[in-house]
């Protein structure tokens, strides 16, 4: 099971960043061209993610973030990141289907031009205006090199013009669709940003909320947040217990043949054994990678 | 000479006396007997307070080529050693050994007379900026003696150092020469490292801006040690002297090396009820307090006593009950100060009570686990806190030696680069602790065990943090940063750095390139 708890965003013109962007667990880094880099430095940021890329091996999954293809940045930002083969390209301000399959065939180009494995680059989307919420199936389905749909939170407040609320009052309905849109098409969807570093209480309120709400996982700026947020998507230890003794019940009946699980005497339906599966492969899957430090 | 951890000790240093090489942490076992101060007769009602700094140093007799000790508890807001070396300088004497508990940025106001003869050595633990320069830089008529917090305890004790004028920054004094550091506008908590030249110096003379009427409790230095008072404007700058609380690090990077430091505490097999800690004042070590006071809180467990180099990070442990004391031998911030003044569980405590190896007892064999900062770290586990990546003198030796020594456990943080720099190499510049005392390194990528500690590499096991080799952290600091080239030296020694015990564990040369 591949999580996407947290994917870190690192401006792509901060060598010292870039060289330890690996070392706090987050389970993707997001090295960023686009929003953190000033025009001025477009360019180097590109040549500094690329040979950051090629020099050092990050333990976790690495995205790039290029700018919009509506830019004059995109295209060479994908010309020279797909050379070092990113796990991922995270498309920012997504809005139609069509932005993602010209990206999905740059990258097929770039696969076989440098002789990788054809489909082996992903991609992300971020959705950043009422436009694109609209869109999101279409955006989540646009290609099957798509594995994540993220909502992108300040320019979608503009959009919606709107400012945030304490409680994100104003991010009920798109991250209601956004995580519909993910769900339908079989891809995560990934929460914005919390920017207020500092704030750790409301950073953990947003990050319960979301959870809750079915989000795979969270942006986050600062590696402060990455075990707090990977906590929060842990399964508790009663919730492992729990899948624990379902799944011996599950396959108790089936060694008995009998097409009813009961566990103390109460019946369990299949979504429940489902759930159980998931909560194990879950917890699983975080233990291996959970951050590397026991809080 | 080839001392235990192969460095070259050469038979003869100019000015040092009796040289032995370091054979080991406990090797060395001295004979003879303590030292002492000088006998008087102190008439009833006999008046200590005097009008100067000059006065003063007319009544002590200070003479060409005597000693003169200060204490660095004002840090880099200390006005005294500044005035009272131009007071000297103004009546012409010369050749002056200075031995400074420590020398601050702001010391170098005094380079001037160096210059001029005023003073031709220093002993000391440590220096920084233009005065480490000069120390390195082969220009000292004399070779500069580098000594722990415990080391120089030790020297004075035994008379290795001796100490003819002490003059004593004194918070706040009373006509009778009773001295505290919790009172006054200078306040600066502790006066630990002065209690011991108070002790064993021929003369003592107090400086303070607040003089009160006798008597003066509590006492820290008392009135049987103080032969004269000076009242002087101002002995510090507040400022200088203490921050408000010493904040912990938002450096992620720091935070993950506390993480690491704390985990590894927490799985070494001494996180135990009444366990002991020292945390020294540096980043990552103040944000292993934060996360180790959360373990704490989780498991229940309160530490017997703490010890430091005292921050506020370590007082609100203490005033939350996770420590059950505290013993002080230095304040870094205002809340350390003020905790000392009124929790009587907030004991001071001398350089010797603390780290001296040769008394009967220092607190530091006591200590179950302390977390120290390095400049770099090599290999056979030895650590460099003196000199930077050109070899010159910028750091001091403090108490790393005495802790890494007594500690059950001792952990050293340190970043796996700074800037440009591997900090773990195949040999450190200089060996200021040697590996043998040393049991963890704690990276941001990596920690290292000792192989002498098998007992803790299994213990860590079990912890969730990234065990490796040395070397594999060598490697990889290699691999991003490249491998250093040495420092080109010549043959002339501007520096020794003793061992606690008194014997050479190594030289600082003059770098070819100052």
Known sequence: MKLRRTMMFVPGNNPGMLINAGIYGADTIIFDLEDSVAISEKDAARHLVYNAMKAIK?????????????????????????????????????????????????????????????????????????????NA????????????????????????????????????????????????????????????????????????????????????????QINIAHQIFMPTTKEIDHAERVITAYKESLARKSGVVSLNGKMIDVPVVKRAERTLAYANAAGKNNGRVKL | MINAIGREIPENIAGIKNIKPYGGPFEYVPTGRLTGPNIILNRPRSEKVLKSIEQAIDATGLKDGMTISFHHHFRNGDYVLNMVVAAIAKKGIKGLTLAPSSLNNINEEIIPYIEQGVITAVETSGARGKMGKLLTS??????????????????????????????????????????????????????????????????VVAITDHLVPYPLFPVSIPQTQVDYIVEVEAIGDPKGIASGALRISKDPRELLIAQYATTAIEYSGYFKQDYSIQLGSGGASLAAAQFLKAKMKQQGITASFGLGGVTAPFIEMLDEGLIKAIYDVQDFDIPSIQSMKKNANHQEMSASFYANPHNRGPIV??????????????????????TDSNGVIMGAVGGHQDTAAGAALSIVVAPLLRGRLPMVIDQVHTVCTPGETVDIIVTERGVAVNPRRKDLRDNLREANIPVMDIEELRDLAYEFAGKPDPILVSDEIAAVVEYRDGTLIDVIRRPLQL
């Open chain 1, 137 to 224: 199936f279409e955006i989540a389905t646009a290609s099957p090199r798509m594995v994540a749909i993220a909502i992108g939170g300040e320019d979608f407040l503009a959009d919606l013009q709107t400012s945030r609320t304490k409680d994100g009052k104003e991010f009920y309905s798109a991250r209601g669709q956004l995580i519909l849109a993910a769900r339908e098409a079989g891809i995560h969807a990934i929460d914005t940003v919390f920017g207020d570093v500092n704030n750790e209480e409301d950073f953990i309120a947003e990050t319960t909320r979301i959870k809750e709400m079915g989000f795979d996982g969270k942006s986050v700026v600062n590696p402060r």
């Open chain 2, 365 to 386: 064999n006591q200590l179950d686990v302390v977390i120290l900062s390095a400049t770099e770290v090599d290999v056979d586990f030895n650590v460099n806190v003196i």
């Open chain 2, 138 to 203: 082969g220009k000292m008529a004399k070779t500069t003696i580098i000594r722990s917090h415990g080391g120089r305890a030790r020297a004075i004790e035994s008379g290795e150092l001796r100490i003819d004028v002490a003059f004593i920054g004194a918070p706040a004094c009373d006509t009778y020469g009773n001295i505290n550091g919790v009172e006054g506008k200078s306040a600066c908590g502790s006066l630990g490292y002065a209690m011991v030249d108070a002790a064993y110096a021929d003369k």
């Open chain 1, 58 to 134: 990050y333990p976790c999954e690495v995205a790039v973030r290029i700018n919009h293809i509506s830019t004059p940045f995109g295209y060479k930002d994908l010309e020279v990141i797909l050379a070092v083969k990113p796990d991922l390209i995270r498309l920012p301000k997504s809005e139609t289907a069509a932005d993602i399959q010209e990206i999905d065939a740059i990258i097929t180009a770039a696969e076989i031009k440098h002789g990788f494995v054809p489909g082996s680059i992903k991609m992300m989307a971020a959705i950043e205006t009422a436009k694109g919420i609209r």
